[in-house]
């Protein structure tokens, strides 16, 4: 063993599915990818989404990485050209026909998943009209109830009231941008074109919240449906974590099985402790929150951890203490793997940091992994 402690924080990096038909249709990516693609990942580099067959996008989803995508494909390009965004994606966005973007969710505006702050600066950008829907802004008890319970979901609905009552001129195909919130409707089909290639529009069914006092209300179908036209869709309705070999993981809830983040050894009831091994974040709880959440999330571990200490639970309480970080190190280098240190990734910054001075940009992202590689093997051979 190489450390008294081991906590697993590597989050949600995969997608859950909407498991409706279309799917899989070009046009159609997670939100996820298309953040990666303009943040230069080298995974998405290639990405390509569909800007120019339609002027309007379907983003489903209202939470703050749906509206991350929807101020890249709205605001506009000189602005964007003054950020850290990929060069690749600023070339294919200057040539853009998206002028209005449409926010789908499955509940109301009390339930919108975005936080003010997100929200407050997407409805900050120059020329931008957001819309609300007034009839979709009705308050329920249930709602009121909520809003109570949770200043941050009161915030939202406040801002959102504000966007309805908005004057700024609405989406008229003559170069001005829309965001639309839709609320109370839910993704059914994604729509194909005649040839059946690609993404043409979603089909979106009408929903009304239910839901049992002091439980969250839940969307449910009315059977009513309606369409909205559109060339690119992308899903922004949650992450999922993913396994990794030798660990015990809960694939239907997408988590490493815990309690109070000790790791258990498997999913039965009853299961024991894996000694010294904890977990923390989305990985721990699943993908909801932000960083207060884990904040508070992350001290219910640290207690346990310092528990099973003083409990004399842990490795450091016998007479040899583990080797740590120079064991760990030495293993990597028995198995050929080679690593990238922090001090090699302050190399690569201040590469793309130069590379971004020449363009008037914070940085300039490096996506290729050879050449990130390449500049770390050079400062390394530098390194007395």
């Known amino acids: 063993m190489l450390y008294d402690v081991v906590v697993l924080a590597y989050g949600a990096e995969s997608d859950r599915k909407l498991g409706v038909p279309g799917e899989e249709l070009v046009g159609v990516h997670a939100a996820r990818e298309f953040v990666w693609w303009y943040n ?10 569909d800007l120019q067959s339609s002027d309007t996008a379907v ?24 950020t850290d965004i990929a060069e690749h994606a600023l070339v294919q966005l200057r040539e853009s026909r998206i002028r209005r973007v449409v926010l789908v969710g499955r509940r109301g505006p009390v339930q919108a998943a975005c936080t003010a702050k997100e929200l407050r600066e997407i409805m900050g950008i120059k020329g931008l009209s957001v819309k609300v829907r007034a009839c979709d802004l009705a308050l329920s008890p249930a709602d009121l109830e909520e809003m109570k319970a949770s200043r941050s979901h009161k915030r939202v609905y406040e801002l959102l009231v504000k966007a309805a009552g908005s004057k700024l001129p609405v989406h008229n195909g003559s170069g001005g941008r829309e965001l639309l919130f839709v609320f109370y409707r839910n993704p059914a089909e994604i729509l194909s074109s005649d040839d059946g290639a690609r993404v043409a529009g979603v089909k979106l069914e009408k ?13 449910v179908g009315t059977g009513e449906f309606e369409e909205v036209s559109c060339g690119l869709v992308l899903k922004s309705i949650g992450y999922k974590s993913i396994p990794i070999p030798g660990l015990t993981f809960d694939h239907r809830q997408g988590l490493v099985p815990n309690s109070k983040g000790r790791v258990l050894r498997s999913v039965e009831e009853g299961s024991s ?15 909801t929150g932000i960083i207060g959440t884990n904040l508070i999330d992350a001290d219910e571990t640290v207690e346990s951890i310092v528990e099973d200490w003083t409990s004399g639970g842990l490795g450091s309480q016998s ?3 583990p080797p740590g970080s120079r064991g760990l190190q030495e293993l990597l280098e028995e198995r050929c793997i080679s690593i990238v240190t922090f001090d090699d990734w302050l190399k690569i910054h201040s590469a793309e940091v130069a590379l971004g001075s020449e363009k008037g940009k914070p940085q300039e992202k490096i996506i290729c992994r050879e050449e990130m590689l390449s500049i770390a093997k050079q400062v390394s051979s530098q390194t007395p």
């Open 40 to 49: 230069g990942h080298p995974d998405q580099v290639n990405l390509q989404p």
């Open 59 to 82: 983003v489903l989803g209202q939470g703050n990485v749906a509206l991350d995508c929807a101020r890249i494909l709205l605001r506009s390009t000189e602005e964007l050209a003054t």
């Open 207 to 219: 929903t009304v919240l239910q839901g049992e006092k002091d439980k969250p209300q839940r969307a």
């Open 273 to 287: 402790f894996v000694a010294g091994l904890f977990v923390v974040g989305w990985l721990k709880r699943g993908p």
């Open 319 to 321: 007479s040899s203490c």
